[in-house]
């Protein structure tokens, strides 16, 4: 069973408000994923850290969204201003093993945001 | 398009039946794994698969991989309820892994 912790479980928030949430992965993975995952069950990967730097992110990411892993303290995702169409389910994942291949990945429960 | 892609939305069984989800994908690959998320929860990886393996098992599931087609396939023996979830094969080589888009599958009593 997966030990990723997210908080919080929901988040409620009107457009043009900051959102932010928190993701705590499992002990001894250095590697944390963030996806956004839709009511259609798509997955769009955001961003990719190891240990406290970013690996990889995409654009959108870097527009509105931000993250961050800093050492001793839990990884976040905070949207700066917040739109209808971020209204999904943020998954956070984490694995022992960066690099090229996609290895094993342990999710989180997730946090639904919803956009008012 | 998608990387990779289940090739049915939804399957219905009842309980005790056998299921099996497909999976192709579009470019060569190193592994391929599969994940189940159940309501309200995040995906949990059921089997990865690799390309030099034809086959795995885990307990009452068994994959395949078939590199030649780009295929592969999750089989689920003697279905429980508890096995209603959403069903995605993901996989990557560029450092994040990327999933279909699931198939939901219902086990009725």
């Known amino acids: 069973n997966s030990k990723v912790i997210q908080t919080p479980r929901y988040l409620v928030k009107g457009q043009g408000q900051k959102a932010k949430m928190r993701c705590i992965p499992e002990?001894?993975?250095?590697?944390v994923f963030w996806y956004q995952q839709n009511k259609n069950n798509e997955f769009k990967f955001l961003i990719n850290?190891?240990?406290?730097?970013?690996?990889?992110q995409i654009d959108m990411t870097e527009k509105r969204f931000s993250a961050e892993c800093p050492s001793n303290s839990p990884c976040s995702l905070e949207i700066q201003s917040s739109e209808a169409g971020d209204s999904a389910l943020y998954l956070c994942a984490s694995s022992l093993f960066g690099g090229e291949i996609a290895e094993t990945l342990y999710f989180g429960s997730g946090t639904r945001l919803t956009v008012l | 398009s998608q990387l990779a892609e289940e090739n049915s939305w939804a399957l219905s069984v009842h309980e005790g039946e056998s299921v099996t989800v497909n999976c192709s994908y579009k470019t060569s690959i190193t592994a391929l794994q599969w994940y189940r998320q159940k309501s309200g929860k995040g995906p949990a990886q059921l089997i990865l698969?690799?390309?030099?393996?034809r086959e795995k098992r885990n307990g009452r599931l068994r994959a395949t991989l078939d590199t030649s087609s780009q295929s592969s396939s999750l089989s689920i023996t003697a279905t429980r309820c508890e096995d209603t979830a959403v069903y995605f094969c993901a996989t990557g080589n560029t450092g994040k892994l990327i999933f279909g888009l699931g198939t939901t599958l219902q086990v009725q009593p």
């Open positions: 002990k001894g993975h250095p590697v």
């Open positions: 850290f190891q240990n406290q730097e970013v690996l990889q």
């Open positions: 698969i690799r390309s030099n393996e």
